[in-house]
């Protein structure tokens, strides 16, 4: 359960006062919601984003590593605009990669939610509302081909059994959760509301490495055996 603080507007004033407000309706979830110990909204959704941070890092980190070993250069980095890389940089010249976005004179930025087709976000437009974005996150956590589906492949010896384990969200917890997402969708506009929808924080580019240069400029060591035999591996035929 959380608790929206307030939100100011560009200027420093106070555009609308919901400090310790509970969410309307959330009382009859007491069974299933310590309706007593409310969160600030900020806080979960911080946290939210430093623990998606850290997956994201660590995603690009494993990246290297499989750059490694497959004998390709590689370079984890940030820096760069991720409004624009996303597509939200306001100029057309500069469509990046063409995602979906907003703006609300209530946000200082623009707001990315997904690309069509490709990566939509849990939230609207591309779910009618909170509640059908909460089902179809559960779809996609427990239908098929999701990683909860018990016909999902996996390298157990009863990956069924294990798939099937987890417990699937009740009607009740669904409604729940769809309550206090679409209040902090009313009140901000979007959701989540202090943080965007969608965002980029590290980048992974993959390059063949220059092997006279590191020859000529670098001593011996300076890449593996696996950048050294990349081209004869991968780009002439011979895999083995």
Known sequence: MQ??????CDDGKEDRQRNNQQCPGIDQYGDIVDVANAWPITFVEQ????ELTVELGTSC?????????MGLGGWMFNGVDPFAMLGASGNPEVPGLGFR?????????????GLEGVMEG??????RDMRAAVDALCARKFGPGGPFHPDTPGPWNDSRKVRSAAQVHSERFRECVALQAQY?????????GTVPSM????????H???????????????????????MAHWHSGDSA
């Open 199 to 206: 965002f980029l924080i590290m980048y992974l580019q993959a």
């Open 61 to 69: 980190y494993a990246g290297v590593l499989l750059l490694q070993a």
């Open 47 to 50: 946290w939210s984003l430093s």
């Open 184 to 192: 902090v969708y009313d009140t901000f506009g979007k959701f989540p």
């Open 3 to 8: 608790r929206v603080e307030t939100q100011l």
């Open 122 to 127: 849990y939230c609207p437009p591309h779910h």
């Open 101 to 113: 976005y907003d703006k609300d004179e209530r946000w200082p930025y623009p707001n990315p939610t």
């Open 208 to 230: 063949h490495l220059d092997l006279e240069f590191y020859d000529k400029f670098y001593k011996p060591g300076a890449y593996l055996k696996t950048h050294a035999m990349h």
